[in-house]
């Protein structure tokens, strides 16, 4: 494939290096655009790309176009780019809200698949949900497949709808994680662990068990029980969460968070 990447910032780079890494295209045929200079000479050094800081040439000479510039400097991109694209070039955006309409648009151009992904994919632990337009065909949702994959788990749907949902679900779970893990690490220091050890235990903890539900097979309702022994300390825990509303905290967060996702779409029509 050649590669075009609008934009190379944390998570371009992370596309980047994982397409290099599965060799599902070559240094010579990708071009990254970016309009910072010293970010395109460390992704020259760093990976030995062809960068510019002209999107309409990076765009002319690849099969592929990867959106993956901040949502704000969206508008302005589109506008250098509208007109300007074969129909047998697909645009693949990872830009949060940038909807499918927004976009066939902004381009004018009907060949496109959007995707969420979230930032494990910087580690290739990654999880994207992913849809396209009608007139994608199947070289095209091949090469989209791909370059997702080789960032983590993919998943398409068919409907753009549950990117929104995903958002709220995947694309900011992340942060959830992060947050419960630094609210787990301050609560051990509280009853006397040590910071380091706190941060040790609570890292290999939540690792641990994610590998665990991920290899497993079984749901975590059934996981949960099979830590939790009647009347003991696991037990003890459970029962003061459910009494401060555990499942509603984090309802509510994920709704949150959802209705946001709706909102910015819609602001960037």
């Known amino acids: ?51 510019t800081d002209n999107n309409k040439s990076a765009a002319a000479v ?25 129909p047998s070039q697909l645009v693949l955006s990872i830009i949060a809200g940038a909807r499918i309409d927004t976009l066939r648009h902004g381009l004018n151009h009907v060949s496109i698949v959007r995707a969420m992904p979230n930032t494990p994919a910087q580690i290739g632990a990654g999880m994207t949900v992913w849809t396209t337009t009608p007139e994608v065909n199947e070289q ?6 791909s370059i997702l ?8 749907v068919g ?60 749901p975590p309702a059934e996981l949960r029980r099979s830590v939790t022994s009647p009347g003991g300390t696991t037990a003890e825990a459970i029962a003061s969460f459910e009494k401060s509303g555990f499942n509603e905290i984090v309802r509510k967060a994920v709704v949150a968070a959802y209705e946001r996702a709706i909102q910015l779409g819609g602001q960037q029509k």
């Open 1 to 51: 494939m050649k590669i075009a990447f609008i934009g190379g910032g944390n998570m371009g780079e992370a596309i980047l290096s994982r397409i290099l890494e599965r060799k599902l295209s070559t240094r010579e045929t990708i071009f990254v655009s970016d309009v910072n200079e010293a970010r395109r000479q460390y992704l020259e050094k760093t990976y030995h790309v062809n960068t």
């Open 62 to 86: 690849s099969e592929v176009i990867v959106l993956a510039i901040k949502p704000q400097t969206l508008t302005p991109a589109m506008e250098g780019l509208k007109g300007r694209l074969k």
């Open 140 to 145: 095209q949702k091949q090469w989209a497949k």
């Open 149 to 156: 994959g080789s960032i983590g788990k993919e998943i398409y």
């Open 159 to 218: 409907d753009e709808k549950y990117l929104d949902m995903a958002t709220a679900v995947s694309g900011s779970g992340p942060a959830y994680f992060f947050l419960f893990a630094e609210a787990l690490a301050d609560a051990a220091v509280s009853i006397g662990v040590p910071r380091e050890m706190a941060e040790k235990l609570v890292t290999q903890t939540i690792l641990g068990s994610g590998s665990l539900l991920s290899n497993s097979g079984k």
